[in-house]
């Protein structure tokens, strides 16, 4: 799929179980698609993403700094992701974009402050759900502070998070903020 697409329509790829082969132009061509729903993206059948003519499955995703939002079902079932870095540049990830990734073991973020400022569109959207250890810079974040108000779902799942301290900073606490953190 050339980085000349922006859209994918509906149910575009719907039935499509049989699918052998789906490549993309880049990580950040597949980060920009519009995915109008979840059998949009034909990652919705096939688990698997190779990108650029690279005939080795990617299993690490580096989301690149020309990207401000990732969009809807981006990552889809891609049941070979294991780790998962977030740029600084990301602000916004669309509705179902991890969904399915049951494998992320970890994820890092830029810093500490970037996990509690990017804003999650469901319990989907975040990497962090599935993931085992969560890091800003490489340093664990199962024990934060949070300085903030805290976006609905963002630590939705959260098996990872341990311990956490909200200062006098924060005012409200989004729907499912912490919703299943089995810690």
């Not at 061509?29 to 190779?50: G, R, W």
């Not at 401000?68 to 977030?86: G, L, P, Q, R």
């Not at 669309?94 to 402050?113: E, R």
Request: charged letters at 15%; proline letters at 2%; hydrophobic letters at 35%.
């Amino acid at each position: 799929i050339s980085s000349y697409i922006d859209k994918i329509g509906s149910l575009a790829f719907n039935g499509c179980k049989n699918l052998k082969w789906v490549e993309f132009a880049s990580v950040s061509a597949l980060c920009h698609i519009t995915f109008h729903s979840q059998e949009s993206n034909p990652l919705y059948y096939f688990h698997h993403i190779y990108v650029n003519g690279n005939n080795k499955e990617i299993t690490e995703i580096d989301v690149p700094e020309d990207i401000e939002d990732i969009s809807s079902y981006a990552f889809i079932n891609c049941e070979a992701i294991t780790k998962v870095t977030i740029s600084s540049s990301v602000r916004h990830i669309g509705k179902g974009a991890f969904q399915g990734c049951n494998n992320i073991y970890t994820v890092d973020y830029p810093s500490s402050d970037a996990l509690t400022s990017i804003s999650y569109a469901d319990s989907y959207s975040s990497p962090m759900r599935n993931a085992t250890i969560v890091t800003a810079q490489g340093i664990d974040q199962s024990a934060i502070t949070i300085n903030r108000n805290v976006e609905s779902n963002i630590f939705y799942g959260a098996k990872w998070l341990e311990r956490v301290v909200l200062t006098d900073g924060v005012r409200t606490i989004g729907s499912s903020a912490f919703r299943e953190c089995s810690n």
